[in-house]
């Protein structure tokens, strides 16, 4: 029983008085369909969790007064953030190993906590997408909610709002770098010709490695032959993970893509990571 039907079927949320905090806490809301956010004080334990050792690089373990709270009911830890005065923590239960150094999570969720009480929690509710699988830093007083598919990719923002509360957020529609001077608009799960004409939009430009011969594999030498000029490299096994560079200034903008994408067209962008200052 993942904890959302656990949720929705014995744990009736419970109101409770808070210690003061610097910022006043006024509720929890989601504007996302898929993910709901309840005010609990009671952290049920996990369900059967089932550790793999394989997986054990992608468990970050307890250090926050939280974490040690979430491990103690059985709980992986995936990740523990400060969200304003508070601690987000994201955690799974069952952990199944896939291809190319990729885990599986399951029964993910993450935790509201002020010290170690906890506040509420935020979990899945769409049975046709994957769960949480961890959170990451995206801006200030907010994080960026990542699922626990096999090729995990960012399913919503998590913030504390001026007001005082704590909301579950679409994806924001573009990620700062660089001190707020440079901007990467959400290109995952886009094709990478459609997702360089959006960089082309915020001033990122094709970085060029020279002519196809000179790609280290057969597949990025094809996709810079077919004008993507780009194309580092590609692997030949697992995910078929390619690299394309762009630039701004000094400043150089590395994408991921996975897999050949759909026929006739190119692969599509999994993820993507900022150097400033690089070029």
């Known amino acids: 029983m993942v904890l959302r039907h656990v949720l929705a079927a014995t744990l009736v949320p419970t109101l409770f008085a808070a ?14 369909a898929d993910y709901a956010v309840v005010a ?21 373990g307890a250090s926050t007064p939280a974490g040690r709270v979430v ?39 993450v935790g509201i906590f002020q010290g170690a009480d906890l506040l509420a929690i935020v979990y899945g509710t769409n049975v046709e997408r994957p769960l949480i699988g961890r959170i990451e830093p995206f801006a200030a007083n907010a994080v960026r909610i990542w699922d626990g598919d096999l090729l995990s990719q960012p399913a919503a923002d998590l913030d504390l709002s001026g007001e005082g509360y704590v909301r579950v957020l679409l994806l924001a529609a573009s990620e700062q770098f660089c001190d707020g001077s440079r901007s990467v608009p959400l290109i995952y799960g886009l094709q990478i010709t459609e997702a360089r004409a959006r960089l082309a939009e915020q001033g990122w430009s094709p ?36 690299a394309f560079d762009y630039v701004a200034g000094t400043d150089i903008l590395s994408v991921i893509t996975a897999g050949e994408g759909p026929e006739g067209g190119s692969p599509v962008v999994s993820g993507y990571d900022v150097s400033c200052g690089k070029g």
């Open 71 to 109: 491990e103690g009911q059985g709980w992986a830890v995936t990740a523990e953030l400060p969200l304003g005065p508070l601690t987000a923590v994201s955690f799974v239960g069952t952990q199944i190993e896939g291809t190319s150094g990729s885990c599986e999570f399951l029964n993910g969720n």
């Open 207 to 242: 970085a060029d490695h020279g002519p196809p011969e000179g790609r280290p594999d057969e597949r990025s030498a094809a996709l810079a032959g077919s004008g993507l000029i780009e194309a580092e490299s590609c692997a030949g096994t697992g995910f078929g993970f390619c």
């Open 19 to 32: 210690p003061a905090l610097a910022q006043e806490i006024e509720g929890f809301t989601s504007d996302h």
């Open 40 to 60: 609990i004080s009671t952290l049920p334990a996990a369900p059967e969790p089932k550790a793999e050792a394989f997986c054990g690089n992608l468990i970050a």
